[in-house]
Nanobody
């Protein structure tokens, strides 16, 4: 079983910064992707950023790459590796509309999609981020 625990959520004023962390434990060897999502009351869960780990055939190397949703690209940044079993989400220039519960999720498969809720089988409990004007 894969276990995920988010931390770092807080209250901050607009324009401020915050760094969230996702601690990964359990059977981590099968994880292929880690992603951050958020959900505000009355709204659907939204993908923000992801990181993928893939073995390159014939080389013995592992490639790690990141993905971002257009709405946060340039403001948010995710860790470029999860070898240390911790994935960060650095959030800058925060806006009131960023207020939401932020979740970390893990996938054990490769697919065309990194940003769909159904692609992730393990989820944390969420950490609250509140941005005041």
């Amino acid at each position: 079983q894969v276990q995920l625990v988010e931390s770092g959520g807080d209250s901050v004023q607009a324009g401020g910064s915050l760094r969230l962390s996702c601690a990964i434990s359990g059977d981590t060897s099968s994880i292929t992707r880690i992603a951050w999502f958020r959900q505000a009351p009355g709204k659907e869960r939204e993908a923000l950023a992801g990181i993928e780990r893939e073995a390159i055939a014939g080389t013995g190397l592992i490639r790690e790459r990141t993905f971002y949703t257009d709405s946060v690209r340039g403001r948010f940044a995710i860790s470029d590796s999860f070898d240390n079993n911790i994935v960060w989400l650095q959030m800058n220039s925060l806006k009131p509309q960023d207020t939401a519960l932020y979740y970390c999720a893990a996938s054990e498969k490769y697919s065309t999609y990194w940003d769909r809720v159904g692609e992730f089988g393990s989820w944390g409990q969420g950490t609250q981020v509140t941005v005041s004007p």
